[in-house]
């Protein structure tokens, strides 16, 4: 018997080695490791899909951290047999609808660009890069823009941004922006990273709360924009997006030049949200909940869910390692209630129910979307899915950040 040719080799001798180092012995299953490497190690145990959607990125993200983290090799092997998977030899898309215009599609950009930057092989990095990019130009020649220069969702959401979208382009987009080369209009390319930011705080920001509500329709057309202010805002503080926000400020930081005028502005919507989310804090539980604003933490149907937890733990974590916090009191109480937050995660959220010692993930809400009322009902009606790929990635990342806290 002999294995065909066109076996290849890293899809072939990937899940063999996982399974070797996965399959330990049942005394090793009570064995804690990092929770970072074990969930990461568990996911992809299970299998994970090889396509450039926003949900797989989301995880990738999260692999990235561990193997920034770990230093171990097998990780990289993974990124790179998942995204050689979704592109030609050449660095198009195998897959790549050039006419729905989403902003989803560009979360992949961000491992895409992990790769090139560790990449040695020339013609790996030449293909990377023609896959960067080919995205970069979709994102800033073809996607359509409010009047304000805002980006739109996409094309089914005319002149609407979500928070959601944030994260999807912002932090590929800096990234992408700091390479050495392009675009020759560096300083314009911030100011428009910068820009997106801007309109999504004067639309979005709840004043009282300091919170953000989900999205906001510049056209004021959508049946849940907000008229009677006129800022066009969906009605409420949505616990995902609003994470999905907190990430991308937390990320976009790490490439936003020092030096630009902008960077002050980006620092004070971190610091305001960050402690808007320690004030939102459930008490008992120590987690968030799904619908955050007003009334709605307690109201029957809503819940603690678990991807937003991640969310706010990694961003509040990232935030002071990076010291963005105000002072050492803010820093204290920013780690104070990421650690209440990340023992309800391990505790709760954290199910040791998976094959051969594996963890399962529990209590993400599966979607949530403005295609629709946007109103408390719509939010708590969306069923809560176990191993989403949406919680997955951003516990990874909180993980990563727990445990390089001084005595975790
Ligand atoms: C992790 O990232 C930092 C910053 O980019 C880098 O200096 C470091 O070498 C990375 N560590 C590993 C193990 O890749
Ligand atoms: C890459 O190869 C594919 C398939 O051979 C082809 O359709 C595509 O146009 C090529 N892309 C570039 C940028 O040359
Ligand atoms: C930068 O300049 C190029 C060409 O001059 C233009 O196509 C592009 O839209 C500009 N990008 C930004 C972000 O201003
Ligand atoms: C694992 O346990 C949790 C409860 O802790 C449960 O909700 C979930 O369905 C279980 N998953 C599997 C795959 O058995």
Redesign the pocket.
């Known amino acids: 018997m002999k294995l065909g040719p066109c076996v290849t080799t890293a899809a072939y001798w990937l899940p063999l080695i996982w399974a070797a180092t996965t399959a330990a012995s049942p005394s090793l299953e009570k064995q804690q490791q990092p929770y970072s490497t074990w969930m990461a190690d568990s996911t992809i145990t299970r299998g994970v899909e090889a396509t450039r959607w926003y949900t797989e990125a989301t995880f990738y993200r999260g692999v990235e951290a561990a193997h920034n983290a770990s230093g171990d090799a097998r990780y990289l092997s993974f990124l790179t047999t998942q995204i050689d998977g979704i592109l030609?030899r050449?660095?198009?898309f195998r897959a790549y609808d050039l006419t729905d215009h989403q902003l989803d599609n560009m979360r992949i950009g961000a491992a895409i660009l992990y790769l090139y930057t560790a990449a040695t092989e020339p013609s790996a990095k030449a293909r990377y890069r023609?896959a960067a990019d080919f995205l970069y130009d979709q994102l800033v020649h073809h996607q359509k823009r409010t009047a304000s220069g805002g980006f739109w969702h996409k094309d089914r959401y005319p002149n609407q941004m979500w928070l959601d979208g944030l994260f999807m382009a912002g932090p590929f987009s800096a990234a992408y922006v700091a390479l050495p080369g392009p675009p020759s209009n560096v300083t314009a390319a911030w100011d428009d990273i910068a820009l997106q930011f801007d309109l999504t705080e004067t639309h979005c920001r709840d004043g009282s709360s300091g919170m953000l509500r989900h999205g906001y329709d510049e056209s004021l057309r959508a049946p849940w924009a907000d008229k009677a202010d006129g800022s066009g805002a969906s009605p409420h503080v949505w616990i995902r997006a609003q994470g999905w926000y907190l990430m991308a400020l937390a990320d976009v930081l790490d490439w936003f030049p020092l030096q630009h005028a902008a960077r002050p502005r980006l620092l004070g919507y971190l610091q305001t949200l960050a402690r808007a989310v320690v004030r939102a804090q459930e008490a008992a539980s120590g987690g968030w909940w799904l619908v955050m604003d007003g009334d709605s933490p307690g109201r029957k149907g809503n819940y603690i869910e678990s991807s937003g937890t991640a969310m706010y733990v990694y961003g509040l974590l990232k935030a002071v390692r990076k010291g963005y916090h105000a002072d050492a009191a803010e820093g204290a109480a920013f780690v104070a209630a990421a650690r209440r937050a990340y023992a309800l995660m391990t505790d709760r959220f954290v199910a040791r129910n998976g094959t051969n010692g594996g963890i399962n993930w529990e209590g993400t809400v599966r979607v949530g979307s403005l295609d629709t009322t946007g109103d408390f009902k719509y939010y708590t009606s969306i069923p809560i899915v176990e191993n989403s790929l949406i919680g997955i990635g951003p516990f990874i990342l909180a993980s990563v950040e727990m445990e390089q806290l001084p005595s975790s």
Request: aromatic share 0%.
């Open positions: 030609q050449n660095g198009s023609v």
